[in-house]
């Protein structure tokens, strides 16, 4: 079998790995046994799109927005930042689509 040729760079993290970032980063995690069942359930990268509101901002003089008008976020979380808080947005989200489905597929 050959590999793949991918551009992909970013390096694989263990669950325990992955925690010791969000903490190092500024995320409250909770104990590890949490913090593991939540990316264990969920899986960091879907989560991180949920986390980023949480994500620091420049301060100014630095710019807010890049060149492509995107607001400029960090790698370091606010200090509010809880995964637990992080959690609760996805799982409203989830319900809210499924209920906006529900609706959804029963008018005509």
């Known amino acids: 079998m050959t590999t793949p040729n991918s551009t ?5 993290l263990t669950v325990p ?3 010791r970032r969000l903490r190092g980063r500024g995320m409250d995690c909770g104990d ?13 990268y879907r ?12 301060v100014p003089p630095a ?13 370091t979380f606010a200090p509010e930042a809880g995964l637990a808080h ?3 947005l996805c799982e409203f989200d989830h319900q809210l689509r ?7 597929s029963t008018t005509g």
């Open 63 to 75: 710019p807010r927005f890049n060149e492509e008008g995107r607001e400029i976020r960090l790698d």
């Open 17 to 19: 790995e992955q925690i």
């Open 98 to 104: 499924m209920r906006l489905s529900d609706v959804l």
């Open 32 to 44: 590890d046994a949490y913090a593991t069942a939540v990316l264990q359930r969920y899986g960091y």
């Open 8 to 12: 992909y760079t970013k390096p694989f």
């Open 86 to 88: 992080v959690v609760a």
């Open 47 to 58: 989560l991180s799109g949920y986390w980023h509101l949480y994500r620091d901002r420049p």
